[in-house]
């Protein structure tokens, strides 16, 4: 059993994987070979899988095992719809769960002997009903969804379960049963969805899962007992030895159904087989003599004319079909080969944002010459190509949260760097926007942008790099622009905005506490130093307390001149750009006990 619940488990990951890889495959792939992309076919699809079934006919000591499926579907199919058949041989094996180990009949005579007999169940399904496809560009990938209805037979399963040491066949107390099934014309509807990859026009694979359910069906009354089921209850306790111990109920006996009754019987499979597809579309023949058609679409911005890397270009014939699509080099160009001359409309967008269509007439095309095309980036805002990185060094910081927000009408945004650190965000004209990253364990730089300060006219990508710092506990980070007046301790406007960057960094991190210490240089005496170093700490944690961090995640010490960057110590003559040096505040996140 454990070996078949693997079993069934990695084929429904197969079956993910085949969804998701065709789903890449559509989005990305130019296509070669149009001939795949069928519209009015047959397709004849055998298949062999695993179903496990649920049965509802209130016996409770009978497991209904996973057994093997064996089908075949039949469907033809115009363009995304189509009508199908479907054959189903289905075989499952009930397994009593009566408790037999250590079992003590009314009289406490320990059982040693039964006898057992367990039926498998055979299910006959025929159906149909209507389907639905979706072809991928290149025609190789086809999704299906299959509905069905139709009758079922449904026979077997008859489980006999005795006790035999107190008298034989058929004398022993009957302890669990259930009579079986041998119904016919049992409606059922089945749902499926199918995965199909074609190697060509003809021949393919597929995979798949359905969900089937059988309406109201009859249990059988056996001839011999004149009963549908019984099972007789019982007792568990603990023994002195603490081992577990059944008997058998002296109070109750057999819970038996007389009458028959009707229940729903319902499973679900996964499959794969083979697709064989008989189609009599004409396919354009491929000669070395017959001409050659090409079309190149060149992705640029209206108002830059700079070129257009990473466009998505998608070509169209006039139902709307995708005929090809790719995405654009580094040089902002994208080549379709083999086209068939003909009216095409000729779609791009850049990170999301439609641009302006260009379209083809079929004289346009001349044989072994390349059709040159331009599709225009019109939007009038800005494209932020951004990179995340570790400071002080080029390394990139992949799936880092990145906030941009803007300041003008309190809007918001976020996405997550690529591998390479990479960031895209489209931003308005004449808005002031920050950007800054949330990644744990990291403390990150806020940029600020204001995009009044571009032309669009002469700018479309703007640029930018956040630096993060790994917030290491012991680790001093020195806090920018924390400046104060001369012996003051007053926290000034313009150090706030750092201030507020250590607040979101604990507002992100909210299980961490974090130190600010404070340091002066060595001029005026050791004592005072001290004092004013320590109000100015106590400062900077009161302004953050302020803004909503609680009191005990954050703590406040004056260094002083003990804590000097450089030899500018009592006595040593210094510029005043080495005492700045050691006129720092620094935040560091406090360790753990």
Known sequence: MKT???????????????????????????????????ENYFQISPRGGFDTPFYS????????????????????????????????????????????????????????????SENGIKRFFYGIGPDFKHQSSNGKWVYELNTRAGLSSIKGGRTELRETTTAPVPLGQLLNFHAGY????VVTAKAQVRVNYFFNNYFGVHAGAYYMRHFDVEEMTDPSLGITSSYQPFIST???????????????????????????????????????????????????????????????????????????????????????????????????????????????K??????????????EFKPKITLQKEILYTDLNFILKGKVVLCNSPKPLSDVSVNLKNLVIAEQKNTLTNDKGEFIFNVAKNSTYEVYGKKDS????????LTKDYDRNTTLFVKLEVCMEEADCGKAIGLKNILYDLDKYFIKEGAKKELNRLVRFMQDNPLINVEISSHTDSRASQEYNATLSQNRANAAVDYVVSQGIARNRIKGIGYGETQLLNNCGDG????????????????????PN
């Open 442 to 449: 990291y403390f990150s730089q806020t940029e600020t942008i």
């Open 238 to 348: 603990v023994g002195s030895n603490g081992q577990n111990v059944t008997t058998l109920d002296p109070k109750n006996g057999p819970v038996t159904r007389l009458k028959t009754s009707k229940s729903d019987i319902s499973s679900i499979g996964v499959f794969a087989g083979i697709s064989l597809k008989l189609t009599s579309n004409k396919t354009e023949k491929v000669c070395a003599s017959c001409p050659i058609y090409s079309l190149a679409v060149t992705a640029r911005d209206k108002y830059t004319k700079e070129i257009l890397p990473q466009a998505d270009v998608v070509v169209k014939n006039l139902k709307g079909d995708v005929v090809q699509s790719g995405t654009t080099n580094t040089y902002g160009v994208v080549v379709f080969n083999n086209v068939t001359p003909d009216n095409y409309t000729i779609d791009g």
């Open 572 to 591: 040593v003559d210094c510029s005043e750009s080495q005492h700045q040096l050691n006129r720092r505040t620094e935040m560091k996140v406090i360790c």
């Open 182 to 185: 041998n119904a016919t014309n």
């Open 4 to 38: 078949l619940n693997h079993f069934k488990l990695i084929a429904l990951l197969l079956v993910s994987m085949l969804f998701q890889v065709g789903s890449a495959q559509t989005a990305k792939s130019v296509v070669k070979n149009t001939a795949l992309k069928n």
């Open 350 to 363: 850049l990170y999301d944002i439609k641009m302006e269509s260009n379209s083809t007439v079929s004289n």
């Open 57 to 116: 006919n209130n016996t409770p000591y009978i497991d209904y095992n996973s057994g093997l499926d064996i089908g075949l579907s039949v469907d033809y199919y115009w363009k995304w719809f189509g009508i199908g058949a479907d054959v189903d041989y289905i075989s499952n094996s009930p397994e009593s769960t009566y408790p037999t180990q250590g079992l003590l009949n009314s009289r406490n005579i320990l059982l040693t002997s039964f006898d057992l």
